[in-house]
């Protein structure tokens, strides 16, 4: 299923305006700030303001910006079927397409959202789950802030009987049905795309603030040591390369000096888009040509990805199609389908573009110049 790009972001301003989270009279972003924080052109963002002034969400103020309209059109009535959704954080297209799908779904079969996220603190999930469950709605989706610790509000959740799927992130102790990407299969296959092209010594690279306790982080991790170990390629705790959170503040810094040691790996899988990014910068402050000297491989396939220079090969998961099955799957609990607790593990798929060095690899075997 392929939703527009501004009809994905228009739905999660629209959800805001809904559930509160902005205000009344409140002052949108620019649209610099919404292109740049979502990865998306401005044209993009001018689209799903002109839907939200249409459908009478916000105002446009001449010289002085969009407002939430003081009383929005469609306010939730009185015993109106209702799901709850909890994000972790609301600042790129994973978020923005787990919500399309989600909303997608359960409004076909007569449901509406509240939607909240909890800005990466649990004690701020914990709020979003208290209010939601007094807020009376019938379900919920959590993408968890994090599985690696005991999580009190979802165990009770699940204790109460409250239908409740998990996506991207799972509690391997907690029986409870969670649609997840094929995580795994995804980061073997890049590994082993790598390894094909001719590479022995590849990282592995990851933020500390999601660990390799996080779900979808280990089956990538192990996805990554899985392929290195049926090619017949060690395991080199040196190439695991775990980004310290401190060096946010200046993006690439700590990946420039692991790329500057004498023994650095010739390519490298990162967790995610993001931190590919930071590696590409990394690479051209090192004055690395990438994938000449350092090939290159992401996670998660965000719409920006390909008109970076050059244009990153990553794994694609099907975003929308978490939200769709998750919202699908609540409902079908909330309506008493019974059966046993499932797991989903949705395909992935690896989109190879420039970063990785394929194209150079096949001019090389056949003469032909670049």
Not at 169 to 177: A, E, G, I, M
Not at 337 to 343: F, I
Request: aromatic share 6%.
């Amino acid at each position: 299923m392929t939703i527009s790009l501004h009809a994905q972001l228009s739905a999660a301003l629209r959800e805001q305006i809904r559930n509160g989270s902005l205000r009344p009279a409140a002052q949108l972003p620019t649209e610099l700030v919404l292109a740049t924080e979502y990865g998306i052109s401005r044209g993009t963002v001018r689209q799903a303001m002109d839907a939200l002034v249409r459908e009478g969400y916000v105002e446009r103020v001449q010289g002085r910006g969009t407002f939430v309209r003081a009383v929005p059109p469609e306010a939730p009535q009185p015993g109106t079927r209702r799901v709850g959704l909890v994000l972790p954080y609301m600042r790129d297209q994973l978020m923005l397409d787990i919500i399309v799908g989600v909303e997608h779904a359960v409004k076909a079969r007569g449901y509406q959202v509240s939607f909240a996220y909890a800005d990466e603190r649990i004690e701020q999930e914990a709020r979003d789950i208290a209010r939601l469950r007094a807020d009376g709605v019938a379900g919920m989706i959590i993408f968890p802030v994090s599985n690696v610790h005991y999580d009190e509000p979802i165990w009770q959740l699940r204790a109460a009987g409250v239908p409740l799927v998990l996506v991207d992130r799972y509690f391997p102790d907690l029986d409870t049905d969670c649609v997840i990407a094929d995580n795994w299969g995804g980061t073997y296959r890049a590994t082993e795309h790598l390894i094909i092209l001719g590479h022995s010594r590849i990282a592995f690279a990851y933020a500390s603030t999601v660990g390799l306790d996080t779900t979808s982080v280990r089956d990538r991790f192990a996805g990554y040591q899985q392929a290195l170990g049926d090619y017949g390629l060690p395991a080199d705790a040196q190439l695991v390369w775990c980004r310290p959170p401190s060096s946010d503040t200046v993006p690439g810094v700590w990946y420039r000096d692991r790329l500057r040691e004498r023994e650095r790996p010739s390519a490298v899988v990162a967790v995610n888009d993001h931190e590919a990014l930071m590696l590409l910068q990394a690479a051209q402050r090192s004055e690395l040509r990438v994938p000449d000297d350092l090939a290159l491989v992401g996670f998660d396939d965000l719409p920006h990805v390909m008109h970076l220079n050059p244009p990153l090969t990553t794994v694609a998961q099907p975003r929308v199609d978490l939200g769709l099955h998750a919202g699908n799957l609540l409902v079908n609990r909330i309506e008493g389908q019974d059966g046993p607790l499932r797991q989903m593990r949705l395909p992935t798929s690896l989109i190879v573009r420039e970063s990785c060095g394929a194209k150079l690899h096949v001019r090389q075997l056949t003469g032909v110049a670049s």
